[in-house]
Nanobody, 125 residues
Framework: QVQLVESGGGLVQAGGSLRLSCAASGRAVSSYRMAWFRQAPGKEREFVAAITWNGRSTWYAGSVKGRFTISRDNAKDTLYLQMNSLKSEDTAVYSC??????????????????WGQGTQVTVSS
């Protein structure tokens, strides 16, 4: 079992930046791919970004590519999402997820098994 806890959300003005963190516990996640998702009010959850177990490959949704950066620190079992040039449409609850397929070199947008509770990001225009 893996527990994921997100932090770093908050209120920011459009054009600003935030860095989200996702700390894993209960089981080391250094061998597994991880991802960020978000869900805005009244909308379905959508994929944001994913990263392989070793950090060598990443994948981004088109709406955030060039503005967001996903990274990880396996020594700390922590996943990050650096969000720059934030827009009002980025307002959502952001959640991290892990897929327990070990040492996979692909970064899918589906199939993740464990999820955190999420952290709220609000971008004011």
């Amino acid at each position: 079992q893996v527990q994921l806890v997100e932090s770093g959300g908050g209120l920011v003005q459009a054009g600003g930046s935030l860095r989200l963190s996702c700390a894993a516990s209960g089981r080391a996640v250094s061998s597994y791919r991880m991802a960020w998702f978000r869900q805005a009010p009244g909308k379905e959850r959508e994929f944001v970004a994913a990263i392989t177990w070793n950090g060598r490959s990443t994948w981004y949704a088109g709406s955030v590519k060039g503005r967001f950066t996903i990274s990880r620190d396996n020594a700390k079992d922590t996943l990050y999402l650096q969000m720059n040039s934030l827009k009002s449409e980025d307002t959502a609850v952001y959640s991290c997820a892990v897929d327990l397929s070990p040492y996979s070199d692909s970064v899918p947008s589906t199939g993740y098994e464990y999820w955190g509770q999420g952290t709220q990001v609000t971008v004011s225009s």
